[in-house]
């Protein structure tokens, strides 16, 4: 009886390894940038991203609902 109990406390504990203990991707990919003044999207891509700043301005923009490009200081940015 002993032996059958360990058995399924190992499977279980063996699943919930493989399906249970992964990061969300969304959550652990994300941070949050507090506008500046005189900052742009495009700044701010810059900053914080490499390689061509219009596609991470895009992503910021889509991440944020933003319609333009417009950024107020103080305003919270969720970059992706």
């Known amino acids: 009886m002993f ?4 058995v399924v406390l190992l499977a279980a504990v063996v699943l919930w390894t493989v399906f249970g203990a992964r990061g969300s991707g969304a959550s ?3 941070s949050v940038y507090v ?7 495009w700044s701010i891509a810059v900053s914080h991203y490499g390689g061509d700043p219009r596609a991470a301005v895009w992503r910021v923009q889509q991440r944020n609902g ?3 490009t417009l950024v107020t200081p103080g305003q919270r940015l969720t970059l992706p």
């Not at 032996?3 to 360990?6: C, E």
Request: aromatic fraction near 0%; charged fraction near 20%; charge should be negative.
């Open 28 to 30: 652990s990919q994300s």
């Open 66 to 68: 933003l319609s333009g």
């Open 3 to 6: 032996a059958r109990i360990l």
């Open 35 to 41: 506008v500046e003044p005189a900052d742009t999207l």
